[in-house]
């Protein structure tokens, strides 16, 4: 499998942070460095050094992002804007830019904008499942706590709803609200044992059920939800083959 070399710029260290575990969930990535001022980066960076991808911040101090990209653009493959603001859509398209990411995004988003830039290594985000089982866990920012970065853990996942642009993830001891669709979490959760789309805006943990009645299914933290129209005959095999029953006395 081929490593894709990448640099961050950026002068929040916290932003650096999450986009570092960013990279590090998808194997054939690698950050060869990260930079909180856009100087040092410039001075830094050498066209001798073969870069795959910098991810360049657009709000910075001395020099911002559209100004920089102007002298690394040359050094690299392919360039990424990432801000907070959409204002600089346009300016990034004029920079050349090969992808926009829009903070706070999510790990889904983030995995989808690297396979569409490199469309053979599709087969890495499979990787990132096969990684992730193994490691058990993925982190998130949580909107609801300044951004700060939260880890979760599969087996504690009871339920997650869509709520929009943004998902609730209900784990047995908090919730975190995270900017990610859920068909982007169902995407990931899917690759991984037990966990079924119960309805539209639900995936559940099949672990954490507490009871069934009928189409109403009570998960261990006490949702109630009820079993879309499209999902029930999924769901009904999955009762039926784990529902057991009393066999005929001799």
């Given at each position: 499998?081929?490593?894709?070399?990448?640099?961050?710029?950026?002068?929040?260290?916290?932003?650096?942070?999450?986009?570092?575990?960013?990279?590090?969930?998808?194997?054939?990535?690698?950050?060869?460095?990260?930079?909180?001022?856009?100087?040092?980066?410039?001075?830094?960076?050498?066209?001798?050094?073969?870069?795959?991808?910098?991810?360049?911040?657009v709000d910075m101090p001395k020099i911002n992002g559209i100004e920089l990209s102007k002298e690394i653009r040359s050094k690299t493959n392919?360039?990424?804007?990432?801000?907070?603001?959409?204002?600089?859509?346009y300016e990034a398209f004029e920079a050349n830019a090969d992808a926009y990411l829009l903070k706070p995004y999510s790990l889904g988003k983030?995995?989808?904008?690297?396979?569409?830039?490199?469309?053979?290594?599709?087969?890495?985000?499979?990787?990132?499942?096969?990684?992730?089982?193994?490691?058990?866990?993925?982190?998130?920012?949580?909107?609801?706590?300044?951004?700060?970065?939260?880890?979760?853990?599969?087996?504690?996942?009871?339920?997650?709803?869509?709520?929009?642009?943004?998902?609730?993830?209900?784990?047995?001891?908090?919730?975190?609200?995270?900017?990610?669709?859920?068909?982007?979490?169902?995407?990931?959760?899917?690759?991984?044992p037990n966990f079924m789309q119960l309805h539209r805006s639900f995936v559940i943990n099949q672990d954490q059920i507490e009871t069934i009645?009928?189409?109403?299914?009570?998960?261990?933290?006490?949702?109630?939800?009820?079993?879309?129209?499209?999902?029930?005959?999924?769901?009904?095999?999955?009762?039926?083959?784990?529902?057991?029953?009393?066999?005929?006395?001799?």
């Amino acid at each position: 499998m081929r490593m894709y070399k990448c640099i961050i710029i950026d002068d929040e260290p916290h932003a650096i942070e999450g986009l570092k575990g960013y990279i590090n969930a998808m194997p054939e990535l690698s950050l060869l460095k990260s930079y909180v001022d856009p100087l040092i980066a410039l001075k830094e960076i050498n066209s001798n050094e073969p870069i795959d991808i910098i991810f360049l911040d657009v709000d910075m101090p001395k020099i911002n992002g559209i100004e920089l990209s102007k002298e690394i653009r040359s050094k690299t493959n392919k360039l990424v804007f990432t801000t907070a603001h959409t204002k600089y859509a346009y300016e990034a398209f004029e920079a050349n830019a090969d992808a926009y990411l829009l903070k706070p995004y999510s790990l889904g988003k983030f995995i989808i904008t690297i396979n569409k830039l490199f469309p053979a290594q599709e087969k890495g985000s499979q990787n990132f499942a096969e990684k992730s089982i193994k490691e058990n866990f993925f982190f998130v920012k949580s909107r609801e706590d300044d951004l700060k970065i939260l880890k979760i853990k599969y087996e504690d996942i009871i339920a997650v709803e869509s709520k929009q642009n943004y998902i609730m993830i209900y784990t047995t001891t908090k919730k975190v609200l995270t900017y990610m669709s859920l068909t982007e979490i169902a995407k990931i959760l899917h690759e991984m044992p037990n966990f079924m789309q119960l309805h539209r805006s639900f995936v559940i943990n099949q672990d954490q059920i507490e009871t069934i009645d009928g189409n109403l299914v009570k998960m261990t933290n006490g949702i109630r939800l009820t079993v879309g129209e499209n999902y029930r005959k999924e769901f009904n095999v999955f009762v039926a083959n784990r529902l057991i029953k009393a066999g005929k006395q001799p």
